[in-house]
């Protein structure tokens, strides 16, 4: 491998804790997989998120699990999940090769005879398995090598975009919001009329955009939508717990209360504190005006704002800030049962380099444990 040391990518998972798996069940799992799940069968069968668990502890690092099925080592450092790799590599003589690039692979026959090194150097090879991750957290080593030889070995590669990233918004008053987290709501994005994401959660206004929880599923969701379309409409509802006519029914028991107060007063009631100018802005609202002033066209403007406060999405994070890569080695390439090529029978593909991606919650590491183990078993 490139890098100097083992597991960098898990050194940054989970905030540095490392949820290295879902202990849901296996059906449930496949509810969580994006791009392919049916492609996941053998795989999770196989080596499933039990199984996962079972292997780190084993290799001595006591596990947990939280809120969400998400699976953590006891001691809250995802380094113990490295160390617990690194023994089992040691237990097995695996030998591991640092600092140690991979410049190309050569095939005759259609089968592989050796791999290239950045210095030169051919090793010849009885089988390889490319795990090289996407494009995602490029200082971590994935660079896309995998897609290049892929490419290069004849099998097709679907379009890459990065998933599980923040997103761009348009609205100059986004950014006034910066650092706001919303808790308990809902958010809604379109295609013109069609609904493409509804979900309830949390989420976090950036000085670019839009991030948090709701909005890394999203992105999986909508990316490919919003690469072609350029924009999407979104809306947020900050009361998903009242009907419509129940949040009428409060702001007419708050504004009868408050008719010689200003507007924004009777907004700290309802709102965050700085989305109370956002609001007196999109409503054009004269906030030295007195709330027995309000009309009901602008009350009704208010009610609006409160069940689907509007946004514009304008694309998608860098790789840089995404956690997974969406695209990759097309499954049709590839045998799901085996994990080899269809084509190159001593060639195995997995992980992240594949067409498979997942939310968040543990699945995208254990989707890379369980074809990692297949591939190994089926050499």
Known sequence: MKKRKLGKKIYITGKGRCNFTNACDIEDFFKNVVSNPKFLYSSL????????????????????????????????????ITKALEKALKDYSVKVMLRTEVSDILISDNKVTSVVLADGTKMYCDNVIIATGGLSYRTTGSTGDGLKWAKKLGLNVTETRPALVPLNTKESYIPTMQGLALKNVNLSIYNEKKKLY??????????FGVSGPLVLSASSIIGSTLQ?????????DLKPALSRDDLENRILRDFNDNLNKHLSSVLRGLLPSSMVPVFIEIMDFDDSRQINSVTKE????????????PFTITGLRDYNEAIVTQGGVSVKDIDPSTLKCKNIDNLSFVGEVLDLDAFTGGFNLQIAWSTGYLAGLSI
């Not at 602008?298 to 406060?309: G, M, P, Q, S």
């Open 228 to 236: 072609k379309k350029g924009s999407l409409k979104a809306y947020i």
């Open 45 to 80: 069968y196989t080596f499933g998120p039990e199984s996962m668990i079972d292997f780190i502890e084993m290799n001595g690092t006591p596990t947990k699990v939280e809120r969400g099925n998400r699976a953590f080592p006891v001691s809250d450092h995802a380094s113990d």
């Open 198 to 207: 509804d979900s309830f959660g949390e989420m976090l206004f950036t000085h």
């Open 298 to 309: 602008e009350r009704a403007l208010l009610l609006d704002l409160l069940k689907a406060f």
